[in-house]
């Protein structure tokens, strides 16, 4: 039973052995949740991911105060602005600014374009006042992590570190915003998946039987077919008219029936190797309740083994919002997302002109990588007492 | 096998069902959009008229006396009409579904022809540079949405080849009858689609084909066929390989259904003359007969394309034959 770290062999007359044996005592009697967080501690990738992870989280709790600007104040006139680089010295003091913009004419579209100035330095002030909103829904608040001073709302005094898409809007605000939407997504839609999961899935293992022969048969059509064009026609029978909070739970809903089989299944397969159990069998014996039985001792005894597949599950509702939304039949504007902002750069030649439009790709990719590993870590960690 | 056709056979009706619950989800029915086709071009529609369009299209009759007509009219060929397009739905989707076929086929194929020897290379020189590096790639072709590589290689191909990759034809090809330029021309446009289609099935294969001969390198069989001198070539390719294959071999039930479903979203991304666009605009015009249709076929499609692959295997692998 190897946890932490190599054990020599007993007896031997190593100085080390005294010290040896007592991390063999520590394994020993460690709890449970130890052994599992020693065993998680050695996934290195997963814990880099735990990390981006809470990261992430940080990001849909504190949207309002990271972003600088409202996310849907459009203005033709800074159309596609590209993202200003932000230097963080200035003679050599520690005094961040970016470089100012100026408006001129295209001398050939007469069109206004904004061109970068490096005469002119906009300072980035810390926690400046902006836009009022309500942090957690509750707390009324107007402050913002950074952000430029200066009288009014200039484009030649504003600031832009992802640029501005086609409406002017700034994409730093608006990421901030899809990150919260997208996340959450995932967030909603697997509790609902995992509910289902569990039920369906404990059903079938705890009843068995034909109750469980014809709940396996279902699951194994709905694994069998293409399940994105069935669940793009349920996404596009939602009205046009809604708003965007009855658009968000239909879609989340949506996105849960996406990946509940995979948790059925496993529940299922925890269920069975549970159900003939000494502690079980005694439960039953003393005159548990069925329900006190599953919820207070077959649960338990499994939830690490759901948490990884529920972790899992995470990457792959993501993808089907952000691609959902993408087509433009998920999340609609003005609500926002990943897959909603991805939409900007949708058209080959406006991305080419404008590849900023194709950043939200990154933490798209870097949250599904990051859920898969942290995901792969808990798997491991949920069985500790494995090679 | 007798179970597998039940399963299938049980599949197509669970699909016929949903696609039609699909078709009939939105608010109101074909009548209605009808009526409000006529007010916006400038005509009207009598009450009369409208509950005799009803009548005619069974639309008075309670829902299982629907589903049970419009089955009956499928089992005869007739998928109804495309109501943007005022045609036939056959006649609209026409040479899209084999379009279809032949992507998520290419698709497949390359998955793997690239899964396979990866996966065994990685598995053979675990912990190699190479290991890593495919490792890597696999990771980056799971944590790629498809369509976002499709968005990726068509922002790439612009940029630096100024060329547009999307497409199966060339403008000239398109609309033309098939013939043997038309064919070369569509093989020589279906790597990029396969690739992009195939990524994420390939970098979920080869991580299983690497466990499963892993986990079959270390079994004594192996170690005896090498004590006895066999050549490593032999060793590996002869023995641990094709027992490795079986589970490796026996996922493609879940890859075609994924590849299929994935298609629909790069076609729209590339552009590709496949059904994928044509649910899509059929979904956004909310032509429910158009979209049922194009659901039902893919569905069918896979549950066949399951069934004959699973054939496929029966024929190579005894063992599976066997099971039943």
New interface residues.
Partial sequence: MRVDEPLAAPGSLDPEAATITEAEERVSVAPQWQLMWWRFRKHKLALVSTALVILFYLVVAFADFLAYADPLASEAQRSLIAPQAVHLFDDGRLSPYVEGLVGTRDSLTFKRVYVVDPSVKVPLTFLPQGFAYKLFGVIPMDRHLIGVTGEGNTTENALFILGTDDQGRDQWSRLMYATQVSLLIGLVSVAMSLFLGVFVGGLSGYIGGTTDTVIQRVIEILRSIPTIPLWMGLAASVPRDWDIVRVFFVMTLIFSLFSWTELARVVRGRFLSLRHEDFVTAAELVGCSQFRIVFRHLVPSFLSHIIAATTLALPAIIIFETSLSFLGLGMRPPGLSWGVMLQAASNVQTAAVSPWLLLPAVPVTVAILAFNFLGDGLRDAADPYGV | MVRRLI?AI??VI??SI??FL?IH???GDYVTTYIAEQAASGGTVSEQEAQNLRIQYGLDQPVYVQYAKWMGLIARGNFGMAMEYQLPVAQVIGDRLWLTVAVSTAALIFTWIVALPIGIYSAVRQHSILDYVFTFIG??G???????LA??V??FG??YFNA?IGGLFKPEFADAPWSWAKLQDLLGHMPIPAIVLGMAATAAQIRIMRANLLDEKRKPYVVSARVRGLPEYRVILKYPVRVALNPFASTI??TL??I???S??VS??LSLPTVGPL??KA??A?D?FL??T??LL??VL??VG?LLSDLLLMWLDPRIRLEG
Wanted: charged residues 0%; hydrophobic residues 65%; aromatic residues 16%.
């Fill in positions: 399963l049980f599949t669970a699909i949903l696609s699909i989800l939105p608010p990771f980056i799971l944590a790629i949405p498809n369509f976002l968005l990726l068509l922002y612009f940029k547009n039930g879940y259904p994924y299929v479903s994935g629909v979203i729209i991304v649910l899509f979904l956004i909310l429910m979209a049922g194009i659901i893919l569905g896979t549950v399951t």
